[in-house]
C-alpha cells in the first residue's frame, strides 16, 4: 500500500472536516481499495462502451475526471493559503509566449494555465505553479505498468507540457501534484505534501506527525469522495419533463 493512500480508513468520521461517508460509500470504497466488483452498476456506460469500475472512473463522459481534478486542485489552494502563503490563485493565466522559442512538446497556447499558484513556497519572492493529474491506475491502458512508474509517467508529461516554459517566461517554479484514484501520491507531490505540512506546523505550533497526517487524510478524503462520486454520477444530461395542461394553463393565466 502506498504512503498515505489508507489514511482515510483510520480517520475520525467526523463532520465539521467533511469525513462522514454514509453505508454505500463506504461499501464502494472498500470493494474499490480490495478490488472487488462493484454492484448495482449499469452494465453499459451512456457513451456506448461496457461499464465497470474501470470504465467508470476513466470515462470523461459525464464530466467527473474534471470534477475530481477540480476538487483537488481546490483543497490544494485551501491547504496552501492554510500554511501562510501569499498570492495564492487557481487558473492562473501564463504569459504569452512566442511557440517558436520552444518545442512543440511545450504547451505555448496562449490560455495556458497552472492550477494553484503561490508565492515563496520554493525560493522567497518566487512564483511557483502546481499543476494537478488524477489518474486510473487499474484503467486498461495501465495494467501492465507498476504504480512508480505510471507517477513518473504523469510527472514526465506535465513537465515536459510545462516545466520550460514557466522556467524562462515566469522565472517561476513549476510542480506536478500527480495522484492516482487509489490514494497514492507521486513523488514531487509526496515533496510538496512535506513542504506544507513543515511550514503549517511552524506556523501553527502544531507536531509534525500530526500534520502531515491532517494533510494527506484531507486530500485523501477529497480524491475519495470525488472517486466515489464519479463512480456512481450519472452520466446523462437532465432533461426536464414536458409541461402537464394544468401547468399550461396556469401559465397562460398568469400572462393574462
Known sequence: METGASSWLSARPLEVFNRELSKSEFTDAMFLRYGFEINGQFSECVCGKQNGADHALSCSTGGYTILRHNEIRDTL??????AGYKGVEI??????????????SVNTAPDARSDVYAISLWRRLQGAHIDVAVFHPTAPSYRDKEPRALYR????????????????????????????????????AERLIKKLATRTSGKHHDKYPETINFIRTRIRFCLLRSTLVSLRGTRKNFTAPPPTPCAILLTELLIL
Not at 489552494?77 to 492554510?82: F, G, L, P
Open 153 to 188: 509517467l504523469h510527472e514526465s508529461r506535465k513537465k515536459r507540457d510545462y516545466q520550460q516554459r514557466i522556467r524562462e517566461a515566469e522565472r517561476g517554479a513549476f510542480t506536478p501534484f500527480v495522484m492516482s484514484t487509489s490514494g497514492g501520491a507521486g513523488p514531487e
Open 91 to 104: 487558473e492562473k493565466v501564463l504569459q504569452p509566449v512566442n511557440p517558436g522559442d520552444y518545442p512543440k
Open 77 to 82: 489552494a485551501d491547504i496552501i493559503t492554510h
